[in-house]
């Protein structure tokens, strides 16, 4: 969630925040306020995605 909340920051939003009620129970809810929230979490996702593709690329070919 942190890595998403940072993501959505650099789309240039006005907020990025999340919460979680109960760290068991609860799932986590994240609020943006920008001109288009949706794009914003839709990129940052995007953007989260592509990194995990490009470690788990570096991580494997430095294990062998």
Known sequence: INLLN???WNQKVDVSA?????PYLA???IM????NPKKA??????E???D???FRKLFGAAVK
């Open 6 to 8: 940072e993501r959505i």
């Open 32 to 35: 943006v306020r920008a001109k």
């Open 18 to 22: 999340w919460r979680l009620e109960h």
């Open 27 to 29: 799932k986590p809810e």
């Open 52 to 54: 995990i593709k490009e």
């Open 41 to 46: 979490i839709i990129e940052a996702a995007g």
């Open 48 to 50: 989260v995605l592509a």
